[in-house]
């Protein structure tokens, strides 16, 4: 069980048409991201960007996001099932 407060790494979200979302923040694990900012659109074919406290970056190609309700006091949030990739110049 994921919890808002977890969500703690600065990600970016680039839309397959170029726009880039600053500013949110996720659980970012090798196959699986979630976030708990439902008011975006998040589709597959999306990327997310996450900045490395060592000032590097990882992207992560977006291939199944889930929306779930909220339930059992965890609020609406976004399960991300995704792919590491080569970061985009």
Not at 70 to 80: H, L, R, S, T, V
Request: hydrophobic content about 40%; glycine content about 6%.
């Amino acid at each position: 069980m994921i919890l808002p407060g977890m969500a703690k790494d600065d990600v970016t979200l680039v839309k397959a048409g170029g726009e880039r979302i600053e500013g949110l923040k996720a659980v970012v694990t090798l196959r699986r991201i979630v976030t708990f900012h439902t008011d975006i659109e998040i589709e597959p074919k999306d990327m997310m960007i996450k900045q490395c406290a060592d000032g590097e970056q990882e992207a992560y190609l977006l291939l199944d996001p889930v929306l779930n309700s909220a339930k059992d006091g965890i609020p609406e949030n976004y399960q991300i099932t995704v792919r590491k990739v080569a970061v985009p110049e």
